[in-house]
């Protein structure tokens, strides 16, 4: 097996360290060739993934002919709304049947699509197969071999236990499951609800409110993604509640920190401004937002941070309405 890890942001070059030291043929491949050419010279991505002594085996190319070559295993960690012009563009580099196991987070934003289908309509004629890596896992514990659980979801049973087995290691434990979309819409939705726990974070309203967004945050992921062909069970398993536990405590979150920093006052163009990677959750609510509309699915938190982030609306205004909305039963 050679796999080609596409994105050398701090998630894909902590996960194609892992696999390289998995003794798994690994390349990297950066869009940026001082990235690359670092990370040759140094063992260590300085601008993403800084204070990680990379594994001697791990290959890198900023070149994705170079990258591609020999593999047919493809792992996706571009930022989502990404994903589809830089497939097209290496469509001509990937063998027939390629399997695409994808580990970016969000729904994009023109299609509304799940990244499945962004895959599927990117790579149309070249028969692509499909799995989808989520759950708590944050680069800068897995990187250090910390204690890791996350599920990979795929259709295909033989290809989801033989990348299970690949994907696994003695401090990074995968649980496998058929259904993909519930992994990859469990996934997308908690940065969004991160935000929005951020946001209560930021204006000091305690763990009471952090508590009620988590739980009514599962409500609203379970909600969307059975009505877009998940399972219910997926979302009260990692990529789902323990995810969405994870972004929303744990301030190693980018989407978390953009919601504190809203709550705080900051506006978000000044916020966005000053990250370095990105934060999935800002464009993933707008998506999600339309995708509710569209499904007619109701999503009163996601609509809420929604109207904070391109409506300007004030966050307390937000919490009041969230909070004056009709009683209903749980």
Known sequence: MKIAVLGSGAWGTTLAHMLAKNDVDTVLWAREPEVAEAIRTTR????????????????????PAAAFQGAD???????????????????????????????SK??????????????????????????????PSFAAEVSRDMPTTVSLGCEDHELGRELQAAFSTPAFRVYFTPDYRGVELGGAVKNVIAIAAGIADGLGFGHDARAALITR?????????????????????????????????????????????????RKLDDIIGEMKAVAEGVKTTKSLYNLSQKLKV?????????????????????????????????
């Open 44 to 63: 260590e991505n300085v601008t993403f993934l800084p204070g990680v002594q990379l594994s001697e085996k791990l290959q890198v190319e900023s070149d």
């Open 73 to 103: 295993y493809f792992l996706v960690v571009i930022p989502s709304q990404f994903i589809r012009p830089a497939l097209e563009s290496f469509r001509d580099l990937l063998p027939d049947k390629p399997v695409i196991v994808c580990a």
């Open 106 to 135: 969000g729904i994009e934003l023109d299609s509304l699509s799940p990244m499945s289908r962004v895959v599927a309509e990117a790579l149309e004629g070249k028969r692509p197969r499909y799995a989808s890596l989520s759950g």
């Open 217 to 265: 945050g599962l409500a609203e992921m379970s909600r969307l993604g059975m009505a877009m062909g998940g399972q219910r069970r997926t979302f009260m398993g990692l990529s789902g509640m323990g995810d969405l536990v994870l972004t929303c405590t744990g301030d190693l979150s980018r989407n978390r920190q953009v919601g504190l920093k809203l709550g705080a006052g």
């Open 298 to 330: 109701e999503l009163p938190i996601t609509e809420q941070v929604y109207r904070i982030l391109y409506e300007d609306k004030d966050p307390t205004e937000a919490v009041k309405d969230l909070m004056s909305r009709d009683l209903t039963d749980e």
